[in-house]
Structure formats: C-alpha cells, structure tokens
C-alpha cells in the first residue's frame, strides 16, 4: 500500500549519495555486495530510519482497509488496534475509557518500537573515534597523564 512512497524515499537517499564514493569503493576493490553493505547502507541510514519508522506507524494505526472491507474478518481474526478503539468507543457499546486505555497502549508500544528502530540504527561512534581513543582524549580532559 506505500510501496511507492517508501521507494521514492529510499531511492531519492541513494541518489542523493555522492557518486564519488561508489567510485572510490570500486578502485579499492569492493565487490557490490561490500559497497551496498559498507557504502549505501551506511549513507542512508536516516532515511532508512525515517521509512521504517513511518512505515511502521503507518502500518499500526491501520484503519480503513479492516474497516471496510473485512470488519473484523471471522472471530476477529483480522481486527487491528484501530478498529478496536473505534468499535469499543463509536459502535454502540460507547465505552470511552477501554478506547482511551486502549490508545494510550497503542501509543506505548508505538513508542517503544520506535526506540528499539532508534537504538538499532543509532550511529555507533559519531565523533569517530574508538573505545580506547574516547577514554584517552577523556583522560586528558582531566588533566590526567596520557
């Protein structure tokens, strides 16, 4: 269903990439599979958050499509988050607060997914230094002998 919304965003990243790059990583030697994982990858990895981030909202907070068409499906088989909170509050049982609570879930489990995106995808040593290199420049900082 956004397929092509999430295609139009990834490819808008890689071409965005500088092509110098790619060009750089084939005189050295890398085979595609080593410059898609070492060159592109890296080079998108906001992007790459933003979709699934996105992606993942978009696909939690379904609504129209179980609605109107499958409604439930048999034994609730196909109910989503979504069509809960609106048949709980909107479809003559108007229980308000199981609708809220229910949201108030749903925005949790949004939330911690996110994180776990977030973590996963986080830059793993930003300033570019290592372990050993960050405690010897902290060290330092301190006054203390290198």
Do not use: H
């Amino acid at each position: 269903m956004w397929y092509g919304y999430t295609m139009l965003i990834l490819i808008s990243g890689v071409l965005g990439i500088n092509p110098e790059i790619f060009d750089a990583a084939e005189v050295d030697g890398a085979n595609k599979v080593q410059i898609f994982f070492q060159v592109t990858l890296p080079n998108i990895k906001t992007i790459l958050l933003f979709t699934l981030v996105t992606s993942l909202i978009g696909g939690l907070n379904m609504f129209d499509i179980p609605k109107l068409f499958l409604n439930g499906g048999p034994d609730n088989a196909t109910l989503t988050t979504n069509v809960y909170i609106y048949a709980q509050a909107f479809s003559g049982s108007y229980l308000y607060n199981r609708a809220a609570a229910a949201s108030m879930i749903m925005f949790v489990i949004i939330m911690l997914c996110s994180l776990v995106l977030f973590y996963l995808l986080r830059e793993k040593d930003a300033d570019g230094y290592g372990k050993a290199e960050t405690k010897r420049i902290k060290k330092m900082k301190k006054g203390g002998a290198v």
